[in-house]
């Protein structure tokens, strides 16, 4: 694709300098350039040892797995947005207080069809590949017309169901993978199990290992958003998604144009699932072939919609009848949900603004100068927020009355109409927090704490376009501990608890560090969780292209 065109994509969103509130005045100047950052990378499928500087804990014995784009090229082709490169699996392996690293491009169709021809055969979020030159004018020609096929490019995240590990995308198809030596290993099709044509790459766990999920489908009448379930056991080794469910389906508020989502949230009873003003254009997606269009440009941003909250009984699959409404926002990733009291807290990190996946086009990373700092400067940035939502609104619950009884608690929930409430978030951060650019990528204590009441989270302030510190907030008091040093980017911090831990926040904190300068390397960074000192680092002699989501993998 020119561009010239994909410039429109970004200059056409309604982001101006002059509407940004107050989650986005920290401007910058001067940035530093971070073009290596995705850059493509050769893998290291034979684990290579590091160069440790400090200690790593010895009680610490497992792997971080992390996934991420590594290759943005075949040929004279290259891909024109961030999620389009070919997943890179990353392994950092530590054991008696040292590391050791390898990586390998998964095997996907879709790596193994480009790496074939040398040129890109297989559409992309962000990239159209184009008709086959070696096919005559009439088999291109008709090309055109033929349903898009989704790629199988799981570059987005590990994730594990009946104990196994997979790599996860946004389609229908993940790979059942080796966590120890990264080799593809099964294809998996979601609609092969149940009736979604796609599911998230982020699942939630409960303890005894049920998993659940969500997924869209998509048929004469329109599209439903659906609950999954999938149980913890296998009954044989080659099992993969057999008795997987639909829970229930959910009708969009606009079957034609459903609502986009990266994520959804869990609490002991619930699943929430968050209906925001990202929209698809389903009649884009059924022609954008025949138009030559990218994925992307199915995706739009309707400020005039509410965001919508939906709660879904685990246990029964009901939904409740009541809608909880506020304004426009978007969320990509949830920090924690929970029940107490007869509420339901959901923490999210989220924007007033929907058009973020146009801002992490390539072209747009590997700017530099004042182009890269006006990039910057026209995003809206992620904060921490938490709604408070009443689960026992009723006929006879009164309008105008502020529902939310929580006397520490500042957020809003208003009865408006029958079945409808209308909230307001409250902050969960201090002033301090818009110095470093918001925070996303949240992560907590999982295992011990998701769906439960906590005190810590974790993740990445964005002073830059990818995050350039790692966070830690204290929900007593809104405190923020900071890890920052210039030039260094780090990724997703990733919470493991201490083998004798009896604090939340008893454990370390993982975390891998790039940087664009060539006098540096990567190095996975370890953080005493609850000081938020540096421990050590196990300093790595490749690039490491930054990445997307990651998961620790103790070792049995």
Request: hydrophobic share 35%; charged share 25%; glycine share 6%.
């Amino acid at each position: 694709q020119p561009l010239d065109s994909l410039e429109t994509i970004t200059q056409s969103s309604d982001v101006k300098p002059k509407e940004l509130n107050k989650c986005n005045q920290l401007k910058q100047k001067g940035l530093e350039s971070i073009a290596p950052l995705v850059l493509s990378v050769e893998e290291t499928p034979e684990p290579i040892s590091t160069e440790v500087r400090g200690t790593i804990p010895t009680w610490i014995r497992g792997s971080l797995l992390r996934n991420g784009p590594g290759k943005f090229e075949f040929g004279n082709q290259h891909y024109n947005h961030w999620f389009d490169g070919m997943a890179m699996l990353h392994q950092f392996k530590i054991e008696d207080g040292k590391v050791t690293y390898r990586s390998r491009f998964l095997q996907s169709d879709a790596y193994k069809k480009n790496s074939e021809r040398d040129r890109i055969m297989v559409s992309e979020f962000g990239t159209v590949a184009m008709p086959d030159p070696c096919k005559n004018f009439f088999m291109r020609f008709l090309s055109r017309f033929e349903m898009p096929e989704a790629t199988d490019n799981a570059s987005v995240s590990f994730v594990k169901y009946k104990g196994d590990c997979f790599v996860s995308t946004e389609t229908n198809y993940m790979y059942r993978v080796d966590p120890e030596s990264l080799e593809t290993q099964d294809k998996v099709d979601w609609t092969k199990f149940i009736a979604v044509n796609m599911a998230t790459a982020h699942p939630h766990t409960e303890p005894d290992g049920t998993t659940y999920n969500m997924g869209n489908s998509y048929g004469r009448k329109g599209a439903l958003y659906n609950i999954i379930k999938v149980p913890p056991m296998k009954n044989n080794p080659e099992e993969t998604l057999e008795g997987a469910k639909v829970l229930c389906s959910i009708v969009p508020i606009d079957k034609a144009r459903p609502s986009y989502y990266h994520s959804f949230a869990m609490s002991e009873n619930y699943v929430v699932f968050i209906e925001q003003p990202i929209k698809i254009d389903l009649l884009k997606s059924i022609t954008s072939k025949k138009r030559g269009e990218r994925i992307c440009e199915r995706f739009f941003w309707d400020p005039k919609q509410d965001t919508v909250f939906h709660l879904i009984d685990k246990h029964t699959g009901q939904t409740n009848s009541v809608k909880f409404h506020t304004k426009a926002l978007s969320v990509f990733h949830q920090i924690n949900a929970y029940e107490e009291d007869g509420f339901l807290m959901l923490d999210m990190c989220c924007s007033d603004n929907g058009v973020a996946l146009n801002n992490y086009l390539i072209q747009n990373l590997r700017k530099s100068g004042e182009a890269l700092d006006q990039v910057y400067n026209t995003m809206y940035k992620a904060f921490p927020r938490r709604f408070v939502l009443p689960l026992n609104v009723t006929n006879d619950t009164p309008t105008g009355v502020n529902l939310n009884t929580r006397p520490t608690s500042s957020a809003t929930s208003f009865k408006t109409a029958k079945d409808k409430v209308e909230c307001q978030f409250e902050d969960l951060h201090g002033e301090d927090l818009y110095e470093y650019g918001g925070l996303e990528f949240p992560q907590i204590n999982y295992s011990k704490f998701n769906t439960r009441p906590y005190r810590y989270f974790y993740g990445c302030g964005f002073r830059h376009l990818v995050g350039d510190s790692l966070l830690k907030i204290d929900l007593e008091g809104k405190k923020v501990k900071v890890w920052y040093q210039k030039g260094l980017f780090p990724s997703e911090p990733v919470f493991v608890p201490s083998t004798d831990a009896v604090e939340e926040d008893d454990g370390v904190i993982l975390s891998v560090v790039v940087t664009p300068t060539e006098d540096k390397r990567t190095f996975l960074l370890v953080l005493n969780a609850r000081t938020w000192e540096e421990l050590g680092r196990a300093e790595v002699p490749v690039n490491v292209p930054y990445g997307f989501h990651g998961a620790f993998n103790p070792t049995a």
